[in-house]
């Protein structure tokens, strides 16, 4: 089943808002990666968190790994209509799969911004 | 740098015929995988092989389904008799680490919309 669960499914944002979508795991990642796949396309890696309570930026983007390193989060302030897509979470650990640190992606979180 | 190439872009298969789908890692990486999407649905791991070795199977479907990736060429989806409920988008990835390793993100193809009629 789904150990990696993302919400919201969706969010329709006015341009200019602020859009938070959440990652959250029941065992500790070793790791949580961040991907954005824009309609039509194909996934894009976007960040890796790696240490507890870490913070990460990209311009307009905060990425979180929650200090149990259980949880995520990726904040977009005042989006823009290029920020249209999909993003994935991913969370890695190896209590997911014997023998190797499997990536488990959340089912991903669409976002639709209004000019 | 070319990134990860797969082929066809589009592929359209009568019920019952059979699909091979094609993917070149970036080069110099040896770790692939094979997701499968539905239209505004997520990604759904299938398979992760290394040079030669199917590492872990264990989202492919046991039967109609196989997966390969040799020294030399192309890592391969193979559908066998294809089924309406097989059509969706099929993407491969590469990485230069294992998964989770420190700065070996997964890289994309732009994938494979296979059609089953």
């Known amino acids: 089943g789904q150990q990696v669960m993302q919400i919201p499914q969706y969010q329709h944002v006015q341009e200019g808002e602020d859009f938070t979508t959440y990652c959250n795991s029941s065992?500790?990642?070793?790791?949580i990666q961040w991907y954005k796949q824009r309609p039509g396309g194909h996934p894009v890696f976007l960040i890796q968190?790696?240490?507890?309570?870490e913070v990460k930026k990209q311009k307009r983007l905060t990425f979180q790994f929650g200090e149990a390193k259980k949880n995520s989060s990726l904040h977009i302030t005042a989006t823009q209509t290029t920020d249209v897509g999909t993003y994935f979470c991913?969370?890695?650990?190896?209590?997911?799969?014997?023998?190797?640190?499997?990536?488990?992606f959340g089912a991903g979180t669409r976002l639709a911004v209004h000019p | 740098n070319a990134g990860v190439m797969q082929n066809p872009r589009h592929l359209v298969r009568r019920r019952g015929q059979e699909a091979r789908l094609r993917c070149s890692p970036v080069?110099?990486?040896?770790?692939v995988y094979w997701y499968r999407q539905l239209p505004e649905e997520g990604l759904k791991f299938m398979v992760y092989?290394?040079?030669?070795?199917?590492?872990?199977e264990s989202g492919m479907p046991k039967e109609r389904f196989s997966a390969e990736f040799p020294k030399e060429g192309p890592s391969i989806l193979r559908i066998q008799q294809v089924v309406r409920g097989d059509s969706a988008a099929y993407f491969c990835?590469?990485?230069?680490?294992?998964?989770?390793?420190?700065?070996?993100?997964?890289?994309f193809g732009n994938g494979t919309r296979l059609t089953v009629t």
């Open positions: 990835a590469s990485s230069l680490g294992q998964p989770s390793s420190y700065n070996s993100p997964l890289h």
């Open positions: 065992t500790t990642l070793s790791n």
């Open positions: 968190l790696v240490k507890s309570g």
């Open positions: 991913a969370g890695g650990g190896a209590m997911f799969s014997g023998g190797y640190n499997k990536l488990i």
């Open positions: 080069k110099g990486h040896s770790h």
């Open positions: 092989l290394q040079k030669e070795n199917i590492i872990d």
